[in-house]
């Protein structure tokens, strides 16, 4: 290889850090720090741990690259356990140029407390680009260092006499040639299925979440994001949909986990077979789902729904006038609460448009009109997905006749 190799070993998507109850989108630090820095390291050839899966010599490839790469990056946000182990794997095969990042707020695992870890802020599902330029020059500095081939692994420096394992140049090269060519990398699959997703082609994005599930079957953000198409597809029918996501989405044990977009997405089935069928079975399903949501880590997005289908359950036949106006209550101090929640998060610079969508929610709940008025017009500048734009519209006609307020 006339190139370096940089082998970068972490998770993908979206992944819930069960230790601060806080949803990390992995591929952020990806597309945005590793691999947008490494296109102007024109010295290296990046290769993601993902770009490997699907092939039958994915076991063979993984070792050899983690064995002979120049430089292997992992990302440990979240205590990925694949992640972790090729980590592992690294340090006991090559004495060096190791560089370990994870977010601050993660506890640094007892084997790795005398590791040189590049940390940075806690971002969630946003990362803003100063912050993004300050971990790509650390980034950038720990690589240099790297290049000096000073000893970063625990096995090495405390058994400093271990002599590491070889493998032929050749064989590395042929499995190098295999990562790259391979067509149906994870990679490329996510990415064609977010695509689709966003183009609104649910059925076709189904077909490329399903072929990904057969090749990372106990992958959660897989499964959530084929639950997700699927009840959005309505083929071949709405209610064939709906159950066909919620049979996916069951896989994830959705009524113990702690998992905000598991609990999210079951919850919006739910709230969609009742809105289909008008069994208030469904919305109390959705009500005790999206409420575990909000209660958690006090979910905007979960409590947003949760105060919507207290509205809707206002509207079930033989209610007490005391049920309803509790009901009524309820979901206006939900909304209250998630304004706080969410104008701290934006004074804090962690804004996304979803957020404004769900204060235009709040506030039009709450009849507050200029405020729901200028976060709506926030949220439509920001995005041009047509099923986010309906799904927010859908939202508003239903909260806009519950409360009687003139469409």
Known sequence: MDKKICFVVMGFGKKMDY?????????????????????????????????????????????????????????????????????????????????????????????????????????????????????????????????????????????????????????????????????????????????????????????????????????????????????????????????????TINSLNPKKSLDLETIGITGAIYKNLFKLNNNYDYLEEAINYYKRGFMIKNDYYNGENYSNCLLLKTQKPYLEEEEIQYLKYESKKVCKEIVLILEEKIRENEENYWMYATLATCYLCLMDKENYQKYEEKFLSKTNIEWEIKTYKTTIIDIKKLLGIEL
Not at 38 to 43: G, I, K, Y
Not at 122 to 142: P, T, W
Not at 144 to 151: C, L, P, R, V, Y
Not at 205 to 219: A, C, D, F, G
Request: hydrophobic share 40%.
């Open 19 to 247: 230790r601060n109850s806080k949803e990390v989108d992995l591929d952020i630090i990806y597309k945005k720090i590793i691999k947008d820095l490494f296109d102007s390291l024109t010295e290296y050839e990046l290769i993601r741990a993902d770009e490997i899966s699907g092939s039958d010599l994915i076991d063979v490839s993984m070792y050899s690259l983690l064995l002979k790469a120049d430089l292997v990056i992992a990302d440990i946000t979240t205590m990925n356990e694949n992640a972790i182990y090729e980590l592992g794997v690294r340090h006991a095969l090559k004495p060096f140029s190791t560089i370990i990042m994870m977010q601050e707020s993660e506890k640094i695992p007892f084997d790795l407390n005398h590791c040189r870890i590049l940390t940075y802020k806690d971002f969630g599902e946003f990362l803003d680009n100063e912050e993004a330029k300050e971990i790509k020059a650390k980034l950038q500095s720990f690589i240099k260092a790297s290049e000096d081939q000073n000893i970063d692994s625990p096995l090495y420096t405390y058994l400093p006499n271990v002599i590491p394992p070889k493998i032929r140049d050749e064989e590395l090269d042929e499995m190098i040639t295999i990562a790259k060519e391979k067509e149906e990398t994870v990679s490329k699959l996510v990415n064609k299925a977010e695509i689709l997703k966003n183009e609104s082609k649910f059925k076709e994005s189904i077909t490329e979440w399903k072929k990904l599930r057969k090749i990372l079957p106990n992958n959660d953000y897989v499964v959530q994001q084929l639950a997700l198409v699927q009840y959005k597809s309505k083929y071949p029918n709405e209610t064939i949909a709906l159950e066909e996501a919620l049979n």
